[in-house]
Nanobody, 120 residues
Framework: QVQLVESGGGLVQAGGSLRLSCAAS????????MGWYRQAPGKQRELVAR???????NYADSVPGRFTISRDNAKNTVYLQMNSLKPEDTAVYYC??????????????WGQGTQVTVSS
């Protein structure tokens, strides 16, 4: 059993910052990649940022220079530092993990989501 637990969401004014964390725990052998997705009301879930085990990153077109993804491999934790937040960043943010479990199977897991609300 694997769990991804997010934290750090909340309400912030435009121009402010938030830092999201996602800790993976359970029957994990290794982690291939972790990422953050978001879903705004009435919209599809979209990729925000992703980081591989080797540290390669990619970002949505709307966030480079404002958001930074990082990971602590020793803690199986991924972070999303969000600066210069805009009202259009308001969404539920979900952590995603592509990992290998102890039975050597590759699976994708999702966190429960954390709300980020940016007021204008």
């Amino acid at each position: 059993q694997v769990q991804l637990v997010e934290s750090g969401g909340g309400l912030v004014q435009a121009g402010g910052s938030l830092r999201l964390s996602c800790a993976a725990s359970g029957s994990i052998f290794s982690i291939n990649a972790m990422g953050w997705y978001r879903q705004a009301p009435g919209k599809q879930r979209e990729l925000v940022a992703r980081i591989t085990s080797g540290g390669s990153t990619n970002y949505a077109d709307s966030v480079p220079g404002r958001f930074t993804i990082s990971r602590d491999n020793a803690k199986n934790t991924v972070y999303l530092q969000m600066n210069s937040l805009k009202p259009e960043d308001t969404a539920v943010y979900y952590c995603n993990g592509n990992l290998i479990t102890t039975d050597r199977r590759t699976r994708v897991y999702w966190g429960q989501g954390t709300q980020v609300t940016v007021s204008s």
